[in-house]
Structures are given as structure tokens and as C-alpha cells.
């Protein structure tokens, strides 16, 4: 029996049993985004060292798992639309602890691949764009209060789960973290089914041809294109940055302990950057916040083409950490925004596919610029352009009607 009511059109955030909601479904993102995303960056040195595997072996395991996340993004998103989200996010989070528990029996390359295939499906109906789905469905008059809660705890994920999955390396080994980690997701399973509200067959029956025709006006609209070529160029950039600043930054001559240092500091900004958000979001629309915080990224790149040095990576993680933290809430508000509440969970998936897609590309993109010119002065000039590319597109995008 769901703790909220069902008839999910008509709620709003008024009363303790609707935050229960939305701060139940918080915690399970913390805890997906932290065992199924980030903790893999964890666990690749204990398996490089004990399988002998090499970093590259293993790294191409999670860009399978971006890859068909992406794929199922779209689909995850149709269900959503037409059955609500309480059942796949409990299956997929029953099928996160699963995998999980098989991940800590691992013992051949190719079963790694389809294990991390698998887990990219799980991703696909687990993390933000599924949540935001449920949000936007169940709170359709404040689906962006709900929305920044969900992004204000889940930015905590990887403060919170990398020193813990590491903490457990250190005493109970990489295997049985794993066990860990999976008990953790049938936590993630339990808040899904007990609190997200379930979908009536009758209003099943009302969304279907509701939600295609809501799907085919926004797909007929120049807005939803831009959308998709913003998203999928910052998606380039942030795998980018994610995994080429710390060579990046050690070839500008920087010490391993000042690269982490800066580092470091774009998580906190991120979750500053969402808090920024909840404040000025009480004066401008997303439109013009979304549209400042763009335009932060090509000034946050410009500073990497500067000389290295521990004051311009401060620089580079203050002006790339809080518009991080603002974009995550506004990719997830915008949508309904401009193209209504229907369907939101398939178009917010026809967005993410390509986004994903790049996501799961980008480092081996900017890897073979690299390669081919031997320093990272092209991968910083191709991730200006593609900065650029997004704020041109998102202001092409925001600038038009509303639906």
C-alpha cells in the first residue's frame, strides 16, 4: 500500500505525507548514484590489482553501461509515462542489488561487459530522469520544488559513498563491499514501492493517446532539437572534464595533491550551485537562470587555457562546480516548462538518449584528440567550442512559445 495517495495529478508538496515522498525517493538516489555510478571509480584498483586487468579493460565495462543506459532512456521514459514509475523503479533497483551481488563474483572480462550492460539498464530506471518523471507526474504544480530536493541530496553521492565504498575496501575487501552495496539497493527497492504512488488503470487508459500526441508536438517543435544538441554537447564536456582534468592539469606541471585538492571542490559547489538555485528560483524563471548558468561553462574552459596553477584550478572549480549543480535542476524543470507535463517521461527520454550517448563516448573522444595532437591544448579549445554550442542552442531553444 502506497504511503500517498494515488490520484498523483491532483497533489501538491502541501503536508508531511507528500515530503515523505519526495525525501524517500531522495535517499534511494543518493544511494543509486552512489553504489551504481560513482562507486566504480573506486573499485577499479583493487580488480586491476587482484584479476590483472588492465584500467583500460575495465573502464570500457562503465561505457557499456552509459551506452545502454542511453539506449533504454527512451523507453524507461515511455513506461513512466504510461504506467507510472513505482513499478520499474523497484524492479530496476531490485535488479541494481542483483547485479551488484554478481559484480562481487566476477571473475572473466566478458562477464564484466554484460554484467555492466545489465547495470546500465538499471541505470536507466533508476537515476534522475526516472525520478524526475515520478516527481513531475505526481506534483505537477510543484514538480520543481520536488525536483531540487531529489538534486540536493543526490549531489551528495559521491561525497558520500566514495570515502564509504573505500572505507569497506579497506576492511572487508572489494567482493564483500559489493554485498554491501547491494543490501543498500533493496533499501532503494523498498522506498520505491512503498511510497511512490501507483497509476489507476483508468487514468493508464486516459495517458496513452494523451502522452503520443504530447510526444509528437514537442518532437515537431525546433525547441526540443535545440534541447537535444545543448544537452548532448554539456554531456560531452562534463565526461570530458571528468576524466581528462587530472592528466590535464598534471601536464600543466601541477602536483597530484594540488589537482585533488581543486578537485575536491566541485562537489560542494555543485550542491552550493542547487541551493543557489532554490534562491534564485524564487525571483527569475528557469529560462533566465538555466540561461546565466550556461553560459558560465565557456568562462570556466577559457580559464583551463590559462597557465596551470593552483589558482586558476580554484578558479576553473568554483565557475564549472555551480553551474553544474544549477543545470542538473534545470534539465529536469525545463522540460515540463516548455512542453507541458505530458508525457514528460518519454520526451525527458528522446533528450537523454543522445546525452547518455555522449557521455558514454566522450572520454575516448577527447583520448583520440589528445592522441593525435600530443598535449591537451585541442581537447581544451574542442571543449570551448562545444560550450559554446550549448549556450548558443539553449537560448535558441528557451527563446521560442511555450507549449
Given at each position: ?195 511512490i504512488p501507483p497509476v489507476a488503470i483508468t487514468e493508464r487508459t486516459h495517458n496513452v493517446p494523451r502522452d503520443r500526441a504530447a510526444l ?19 554531456s560531452l564536456v562534463f565526461t570530458a572534464v571528468g576524466f581528462h582534468l587530472v592528466p590535464l592539469m598534471l601536464e600543466g606541471g601541477l ?33 533566465l537562470i538555466g540561461t546565466g548558468s550556461f553560459a558560465l561553462y565557456p568562462v570556466a574552459i577559457a580559464v583551463l587555457l590559462l597557465p ?96
Amino acid at each position: 500500500m502506497s504511503a500517498i495517495a494515488t490520484p498523483a495529478a491532483g497533489l501538491d508538496l502541501r503536508g508531511r505525507r507528500a515530503w515523505t515522498l519526495v525525501w524517500g525517493v531522495s535517499v534511494a538516489q543518493l544511494i543509486s548514484w552512489g553504489t551504481l555510478y560513482y562507486g566504480f571509480a573506486v573499485l577499479v584498483v583493487p580488480m586491476e590489482r587482484e584479476l590483472g586487468w588492465s584500467r583500460t579493460d575495465l573502464n570500457a565495462a562503465l561505457s557499456i553501461g552509459l551506452l545502454t543506459s542511453g539506449l533504454c532512456a527512451f523507453s524507461a521514459g515511455v513506461w513512466i509515462d504510461r504506467n507510472g514509475a513505482r513499478g520499474l523503479m523497484t524492479v530496476t533497483s531490485l535488479a541494481g542489488a542483483a547485479l551488484l551481488a554478481a559484480w562481487s563474483w566476477i571473475g572473466a572480462l566478458w562477464a564484466f561487459y554484460a554484467l555492466w550492460a545489465l547495470i546500465g539498464v538499471a541505470m536507466a530506471g533508476t537515476l534522475y530522469e526516472p525520478s524526475f518523471a515520478a516527481m513531475t507526474r505526481t506534483f505537477p504544480r510543484d514538480f520543481r520544488r520536488a525536483i531540487t530536493a531529489i538534486t540536493l541530496v543526490g549531489g551528495f553521492a559521491s561525497t558520500v559513498f566514495i570515502p564509504l565504498i573505500q572505507f569497506l575496501i579497506e576492511r572487508i575487501g572489494w567482493r564483500d563491499a559489493l554485498l554491501v552495496m547491494a543490501a543498500c539497493n533493496l533499501l532503494c527497492a523498498l522506498l520505491h514501492w512503498v511510497l511512490i504512488p501507483p497509476v489507476a488503470i483508468t487514468e493508464r487508459t486516459h495517458n496513452v493517446p494523451r502522452d503520443r500526441a504530447a510526444l509528437r508536438a514537442a518532437l515537431r517543435r525546433p525547441a526540443f532539437w535545440s534541447l537535444a544538441v545543448c544537452f548532448t554537447a554539456l554531456s560531452l564536456v562534463f565526461t570530458a572534464v571528468g576524466f581528462h582534468l587530472v592528466p590535464l592539469m598534471l601536464e600543466g606541471g601541477l602536483s597530484m595533491e594540488t589537482i585533488v585538492g581543486g578537485y575536491a571542490v566541485i562537489g560542494p559547489l555543485q550542491v552550493a550551485g542547487r541551493l543557489l538555485f532554490v534562491w534564485l528560483s524564487r525571483r527569475f524563471s528557469t529560462r533566465l537562470i538555466g540561461t546565466g548558468s550556461f553560459a558560465l561553462y565557456p568562462v570556466a574552459i577559457a580559464v583551463l587555457l590559462l597557465p596551470a596553477s593552483a589558482l586558476s584550478l580554484v578558479a576553473f572549480a568554483i565557475l564549472y562546480g555551480l553551474p553544474n549543480g544549477i543545470v542538473t535542476i534545470v534539465r529536469g524543470t525545463i522540460v515540463p516548462e516548455l512542453f507541458g507535463p505530458a508525457a514528460y517521461g518519454a520526451i525527458s527520454g528522446a533528450l537523454s538518449t543522445p546525452s547518455i550517448l555522449a557521455r558514454a563516448a566522450g572520454p575516448l573522444v577527447m583520448a583520440l584528440i589528445w592522441s593525435a595532437v600530443g598535449n591537451y591544448s585541442a581537447v581544451v579549445w574542442t571543449l570551448l567550442a562545444l560550450s559554446l554550442v550549448a549556450v548558443a542552442f539553449w537560448v535558441a531553444a528557451v527563446s521560442g512559445p511555450r507549449s
